[in-house]
């Protein structure tokens, strides 16, 4: 069963403008990975926190982690028209699985 | 370009043909796993394999039938597939330390399947 569910579906901001993203999951994580995917192409991974971690950044991008609510947040400060993809959280569990959310669509209009 | 090879890019084929999706990493890791996306569905984990162990099947159809020779080489037999199952094919590799998912998943591009 899909375990991440992302929040909002679709999101449409200007060029500059902070996108914010949330997910949502449901059992024990070892931890969470953000992932980008261009359309119809293979998915990239951007951050991975762990679970006895509470924040983490890495360039533009700033990522929440909060394990009693089961739920984390993706923030890309100042967005650029290169950042329009589909966002996707993803949990790693034990068993070497990766499962992965339903995806946000980012579209950021220049 | 992340080190993970996926052929063919596309392929379109007949509900009573069999073919054979390609992935190979290049990356010296030890678990590998293939993902299936549909449109305005979530990605769907179908198999991971630590080394060359399939260690997961995610109640797939057995016209699916994945094999794994080495740790390098991942493929994805089909068989009399439905078009329902014409979709977004995605293989990824990880090195994997206990079980634990603890690092990054690595995608090849895909393969792009049409079943008529």
């Known amino acids: 069963s899909q375990q991440g569910e992302e929040d909002p579906q679709a999101l449409s901001i200007q060029e500059g403008e902070n996108a914010t993203m949330n997910c949502s999951y449901k059992?024990?994580?070892?931890?969470l990975q953000w992932y980008r995917q261009n359309s119809g192409r293979g998915l990239v991974h951007l951050i991975l926190?762990?679970?006895?971690?509470r924040e983490k950044h890495s360039g533009r991008l700033r990522v929440t982690l909060d394990t009693s609510k089961k739920s984390s947040s993706l923030l890309i400060t100042a967005s650029r028209a290169a950042d329009t993809a589909s966002y996707f959280c993803?949990?790693?569990?034990?068993?070497?699985?990766?499962?992965f959310g339903a995806g946000t669509i980012l579209r950021v209009k220049s | 370009e992340t080190g993970v090879t996926q052929t063919p890019r596309h392929l379109v084929m007949g509900m009573t043909n069999k073919k054979s999706l390609k992935c190979e990493q290049h990356l010296g890791h030890n678990a590998m796993y293939w993902y299936k996306q549909s449109a305005k569905k979530p990605l769907e984990l179908m198999f991971v394999?630590?080394?060359?162990?399939?260690?997961e099947n995610n109640s797939v159809p057995s016209r699916f039938s994945p094999e794994c020779p080495n740790s390098s080489h991942l493929f994805l037999h089909l068989h009399t597939l439905q078009p329902e199952d014409s979709a977004l094919y995605l293989c990824?590799?990880?090195?994997?330390?206990?079980?634990?998912?603890?690092?990054?998943?690595?995608f090849g591009q895909g393969t792009r399947l049409t079943v008529v």
């Open positions: 926190i762990r679970s006895n971690e």
């Open positions: 993803a949990t790693g569990q034990y068993g070497n699985k990766l499962v």
């Open positions: 394999y630590n080394f060359k162990e399939q260690t």
């Open positions: 990824a590799s990880s090195q994997d330390y206990r079980g634990k998912m603890n690092t990054e998943a690595f």
């Open positions: 059992t024990s994580i070892n931890n």
